[in-house]
């Protein structure tokens, strides 16, 4: 099974053609303690067993891309374009089956036009063929074009070729599914726009017999919906995004027909769900409740802890993503962040503006010292010294650059926390008056 991708190469060039090209990547296995040697040797060019160009040479790949678009008057914008072709792990395919499928689509898409690299990598689970094309033609001059046609167009290919070696074929394509950082976030426990909608949708369904009751649900919990019969993806967008999300996006439970057959599969009583009277616990102890604990802490601490509880985020505590206040909704995705910040603050016991400065500047002192040293260390190592010597000077500054990057990552923190917590204190304000606005008009 053959699935493919294509971007755009804006900065680096060079980067893109090494990174295809990396022989230890496009060597055998059996061939890795060679290559080893041979990729850390940096007056060579990096060249595997796997790697073909067609239109031009992998050594000197960047110079003849570049000359191409000096002879067109081309050189700004878009340098090229990076595309992959991915078999799956259980396809019968061999790393030279893989690259000659990947040569003949190179040849088929852009060989009468384009200068190609062309790189089968056997370092992951799956063999998979990278391509780096010059984005102008030697041939015109123009510029490639890459859209949806285009892509299309090379998934096409790329199943025709496939078929021919007997491999399988993704005959309808389900599109992309959810970002890989939004279903991180939900793996770990942090709402996202998809979970909140999922819980809103889940809701709305369980209080209603058919569309119309279904939509109303929706609306009052602060949704805009569009649920056209005559609509292929009915959508939904939360209060304050711009961007709808489809349905069908949320899984295989949230496409128009589920839903329908959800709705009609409901007791007629769930009409009366939402005013059924729940019975109060009774209180038997007065207990110290976390808001309690929280409200005795002071300082910036203690807002970054308020500000987290209010978002229902905080250790063995969450709620209902969408009881949040919907100022606060689009912080929701920022909870993880927030929690280095509030580590860091206890880490460091900063509790007032004026520590949060004194810990910037004693960073930025650190870090001058630190990058000082590790030049020192550098000139050291571009001696001529035994190579003892220059194994402990390497490992000296990994060591300083591991530090540099610690302190740089705290400088970040720090000042994101001196960014955030005026609008954080400027918001809970609001929210306190508005529930003294409720509490006044009862």
Excluded at 23 to 41: E, F, H, M, P, Q
Excluded at 121 to 138: A, D, E, R, Y
Aim: hydrophobic share 35%; proline share 2%; with cysteine.
């Amino acid at each position: 099974m053959g699935t493919t991708k294509i971007w755009k190469v804006k900065t680096n060039l060079a980067r893109a053609i090494d990174y295809a090209t990396d022989s230890r990547k496009t060597a055998l296995k059996s061939d890795i303690g060679n290559v080893i040697g041979y990729a850390s040797d940096e007056g060579k060019t990096l060249s595997g067993r796997y790697v073909t160009a067609l239109n031009c040479n992998v050594t000197y790949a960047k110079e003849q891309f570049e000359t191409i678009k000096k002879r067109f008057g081309k050189e700004d914008g878009i340098l090229a374009f990076h595309a992959y072709q991915s078999f799956a792990d259980y396809d019968d395919i061999t790393p030279d089956m893989a690259h000659e499928i990947g040569v003949k689509l190179a040849e088929e898409l852009w060989g009468d036009r384009f200068q190609v690299i062309v790189a089968t990598h056997l370092n992951t689970k799956c063999l998979h063929n990278h391509f780096v094309i010059n984005s102008v033609s030697f041939a015109d001059g123009k510029k490639y074009h890459d859209c949806r046609s285009t892509y299309r167009h090379m998934r096409e290919v790329s199943d025709s070729i496939c078929r021919q070696y007997g491999l399988t074929v993704i005959e309808k394509p389900t599109g992309r599914g959810e970002p890989l950082h939004l279903s991180q976030k939900e793996k770990a426990g942090i709402p996202t726009r998809y979970s909140m909608a999922r819980e809103a949708v889940d809701e709305a369904i369980s209080l209603s017999l058919n569309l119309r009751e279904f939509e109303l649900h929706l609306k009052s919990l602060g949704y805009s919906v569009q649920l056209s019969q005559r609509r292929k993806y009915w959508t939904v967008t939360p209060k304050g995004w711009k961007k709808p999300i489809r349905l069908m996006r949320l899984g295989k439970e949230y496409t128009n027909e589920r839903i329908m057959q959800r709705l009609s599969a409901n007791p007629e009583s769930v009409r009366f769900k939402s005013f059924q009277k729940r019975k109060p616990l009774k209180k038997q102890y007065f207990l110290l409740t976390r808001k309690d604990r929280i409200g005795k802490v002071g300082g910036l601490r203690g807002l970054y802890l308020k500000y987290c509880y209010m978002l229902g985020y905080l250790p063995k505590y969450t709620q209902d993503a969408n009881k949040v206040p919907e100022i606060l909704r689009e912080d929701l995705l920022k909870c993880e962040k927030y929690t280095k910040q509030i580590r860091l603050l206890s880490k460091y016991e900063i509790h007032t503006d004026e520590e949060l400065f004194s810990f910037l500047e004693q960073k930025e002192r650190e870090k001058e010292d630190i990058t000082e040293m590790r030049e020192i260390l550098r000139k050291e190592y571009r001696r001529v010294l035994p190579e003892s010597e220059k194994k402990q000077l390497k490992a000296q500054i990994a060591a300083l650059t591991s530090a540099l990057k610690d302190i740089r990552g705290e400088v970040r923190l720090a000042e994101d926390i001196k960014v955030n917590t005026e609008s954080m204190a400027k918001k809970m304000e609001q929210i306190e008056r508005e529930n003294q606005r409720e509490v006044m008009s009862r």
